[in-house]
């Protein structure tokens, strides 16, 4: 195939190389059609495909084909199984094979540095390890089907608010060791067809084009060489973009940036060379996605929908069982309160939406599995609106009365998370939590379902019975709640992140987001249980926690003594064993964690370095066993630009949380380093508790000074609709671009909760977007002016000029 790749790279024109530098449409890429290179599609996205046909907006369901649902990336991260997650990625690969989908829009990596992050729901977890595993499982599950994965976005796209624009302010250390390793892993173990690049700036450079991450880290060092995609919309410079590793440009923009490169070319701006080594990835993909054109290809979905269940069954996270409330027995008397049992949230909202091949709904599925569905009862208990109704409360709590157990269905609504905007706090609705309150005097009966895509806060913890937080468990969810409740399932998820008792105990909260256009990443590495474990900061739930009908012991450590010296090639395994001594079978976690003694470097007590899912039978017994290599002890030298390890005690500690630790053993490894002398300028990273980050240390940290933000005016191509509506003529131009968008989806049938994220989009969107979204259609000149009218440059808007783009 190589060859033929060759033969086929070396017959095309300066011209047709420019032209696949860039997507034919939304969805497609260019062919060439005299050498037999045919176009192929891409879509979204992470838990479920979303392909739409004729003229496809991006955004909505319009046009989009059935398709299974999975539970979204924070449910898959729960499950903490790897061949379950490649067993996800297959699924999606034969329904993308059913549909000639060549690459999957997914999975998603970026970490969780803060709950309110409107996209968390399609983000893994805050540790990179666990992002980086599950992540690598999805991709070799898509690809193993010969369809392309999308590892996005990369990278530090970590929130919504100016996400087009924001310069991410961080240091080395925590670009390596945090945002990057998830990334990391899954390039260098799975090698997925495409990355895709995210809209925001690091160092002042938009990664669409940005040397250091796409050049210098992706390529030379990971060795990388496969297709970098743009996020749709998010290429700058696209000369710059071709110089520095970028791929291709998504969607297509017309035949504007195919000119620019083709100049670029003539002028000796950019070399033959460097536009071979951009494209030359762009032909192969297409050339290996021959398979996926196949029009015979087939997908069993009742098979997938069972998968579905699967998962979100093994996502389900029991929190909190006080007296073992949970399972209920079949002949109980239920009450099930709440909207959500009957309208579920199953998904986030976003580009990631998807029209599901079938919808259960948890009323339904409870009823069924009760010994006789009279047994059951309903109140509305509150509106999904979040519209406050006292008599709702009311009647839950008279009809509670008579019923042996309550199952309120609560979480957030659509318009709480989305892709597009961040939520505002951690907190429930409003009307949730009244009637959670009123339900008081039952605690001791009462379950809470959690259907959320990210944490939240519980106020009402300590006098609950029961607390299951399912996330947005796919369209199979419902039946998955209904079996877990009954105890026709085992609950084994294990939350892969934090639960804080508050938002402001979250230790990037005072500088998130941040500025609209520059996010101080201030916090450094103390991210979620770095930060809460180290410094004891009380939590509701730890990461890594989940209950189980069953209980577990461990017992039988034994840890290799690593050789001397211990070299960047060794491993050593830690071996224990696990039992199920309870009288359920079940499935445990067992999780390895590493914590340095000594360190002249700022390092959390505890790091997640690797973990084992077993399934047990009541009284069974399994001997695990986990690898740790140099990369499990080494932090990131910023000095020596490497990963170093120093002689020193490390305490190897496995458990079945991050705070649940049953076994553990100092070990020494030696390195030949001697620990160097700490940094007195760094105290404050030292000692975290308190958070003292102040301008002096984080720029000891950054190793330079705070980079100033940039102004907003006067305007630029960089400037989005939401600046500009200062402006009168801005005004304009944001009405006319959201009425645009909205027809896309449909206008005035679009429900409430797309109409904000579009809402949420179209202010986000800098001008220089509008331009690549209307796909040629609206040409430079033309903003270009309208540019130097809202600034008052009136002789520019009569004989025409260049505008800053920063």
Not at 92 to 112: F, I
């Amino acid at each position: 195939m190589r060859d033929a790749i060759d033969n086929l790279f070396n017959s095309l024109t300066a011209e047709e190389k420019a032209t696949l530098s860039s997507g034919r449409d939304f969805w497609r890429l260019h062919g060439v059609e005299r050498l037999a290179l045919p176009s192929i599609m891409v879509t979204d996205g992470p838990h479920g495909l979303r392909k739409q046909g004729g003229s496809s907006d991006h955004v909505g369901l319009n046009e989009s084909v059935p398709a299974t649902c999975f539970p979204t990336a924070s449910g898959l991260a729960a499950t903490w199984n790897i061949e379950l997650l490649e067993r996800v990625g297959q699924a999606l690969g034969r329904e993308c094979l059913a549909e000639q989908v060549s690459v999957l829009l997914g999975p998603g990596v970026n970490l969780k540095r803060h709950p309110l992050g409107g996209r968390n729901f399609e983000y893994f977890s805050e540790d990179p390890l666990l992002s980086g595993m599950m992540a690598s499982a999805w991709v070799r599950g898509v690809q193993s089907l010969n369809v392309g994965a999308s590892l996005k976005h990369y990278a530090l796209n970590n929130h919504e608010s100016g996400r087009m624009v924001v310069d991410v302010v961080t240091d080395e250390r925590t670009l390596r060791e945090m945002y990057l390793p998830g990334f990391e892993y899954c390039v260098k173990d799975e090698s997925p067809w495409t990355i895709m690049c995210a809209y925001n700036k690091f160092r002042g450079v938009y990664l669409s084009e940005n040397e250091y991450l796409l050049k210098t880290i992706l390529r030379d060092d990971w060795g990388y060489d496969g297709v970098v995609v743009t996020d749709w919309s998010a290429n700058h410079k696209r000369v710059d973009g071709v110089r520095n590793g970028q791929s291709l440009e998504m969607p297509g923009s017309g035949d504007g940036n195919a000119k620019k490169i083709l100049a670029a070319l003539q002028d000796g701006s950019l070399t033959m060379e460097q536009l071979d080594d951009s494209v030359r990835p762009v032909v192969e993909l297409i050339s290996k996605s021959a398979d996926a054109l196949d029009a015979g290809a087939t997908v069993d979905l009742d098979a997938n929908h069972n998968l579905a269940r699967t998962v979100a069954e093994e996502a389900c996270v029991l929190l909190k069982n006080d007296n073992d409330l949970l399972p209920l027995k079949s002949g109980m008397k239920i009450l099930v309160v709440g909207g959500l049992a009957t309208n579920t949230r199953y998904q986030g909202s976003g580009s990631s939406q998807i029209l599901p091949t079938k919808l259960e709904q948890p009323l339904d599925e409870i009823k069924a599995l009760a010994e006789d569905d009279t047994l059951i009862s309903f109140a509305t208990g509150f509106k999904t609106s979040g519209e406050e109704d006292p008599g709702l409360c009311e009647e839950a709590l008279a009809m509670a009365t008579n019923a042996d157990a309550i199952v309120v269905i609560a979480g957030l609504t659509p318009d709480y998370e989305s892709e597009g905007f961040d939520r505002s706090h951690m907190q429930l609705p409003a009307n949730q939590l009244t009637l959670i309150e009123t339900l008081r005097a039952f605690h001791d009966r009462t379950v809470i379902i959690l259907q959320n895509g990210s944490p939240v806060e519980l106020p009402f913890n300590d006098s609950i019975g029961a607390i299951l937080e399912v996330y947005l468990g796919g369209q199979a969810g419902a039946s998955a709640l209904a079996r877990i409740i009954y105890g026709l399932a085992n609950p084994s998820g294990k939350l892969a992140e934090t639960f804080a008792h508050a938002c402001a105990d979250i230790p990037s909260n005072q500088w998130y987001p941040g500025d609209y256009r520059q996010s101080q990443y201030r916090e450094g590495i103390w991210i979620g249980y770095r930060y809460f474990d180290t410094v004891d900061k009380p939590i509701a739930y730890p990461f890594g926690h989940g209950l189980s009908y069953t209980r577990f012991e461990y017992s039988e450590l034994t840890i290799d003594q690593p050789d001397q010296p211990f070299k960047d090639s060794d491993t050593l395994t830690v071996t224990f064993s696990v039992r199920n001594s309870g009288n359920y079978a079940g499935a445990e976690t067992a999780q390895v964690y590493v914590g340095q003694s000594n360190a002249s470097v700022p390092r959390p007590r505890k790091e997640l370095k690797g973990f084992c899912k077993v399934f047990l039978e009541p009284g069974e017994s399994k001997q695990l066993s986990v690898p740790l290599d140099f990369r499990s002890f080494a932090f990131w030298c910023v000095k020596e630009e490497n990963w170093v390890v120093e002689s020193d005690d490390y305490l190897i500690s496995v458990g079945a949380s991050v705070a649940d630790i049953r076994l553990s053993e100092c070990i020494q490894v030696n390195t030949g380093r001697t620990i160097a002398e700490r940094d007195p300028g760094m105290a404050s990273y030292f000692e975290p508790a308190q958070l003292g980050f102040d301008d002096a240390c984080f720029e000891r940290l950054l190793g330079h000074d705070i980079p100033p933000s940039l102004a907003v005016k006067p305007f630029q191509l960089n400037s989005t609709l939401k600046e500009i509506r200062a402006n009168w003529l801005g005004r304009w131009m944001y009405r006319m671009v959201f009425q645009q968008v909205s027809n896309m989806i449909g206008g005035d049938s679009s429900s409430e909760t797309e109409l904000s994220f579009v809402q949420a989009i179209v202010a986000e969107m800098p001008l220089r977007s509008i331009m690549i979204m209307s796909q040629g259609k609206l040409k430079e000149p033309i903003i270009y002016r309208l540019i130097h009218a809202m600034n008052n440059r009136w002789l520019k808007v009569i004989f025409g000029g260049d505008v800053r783009s920063e």
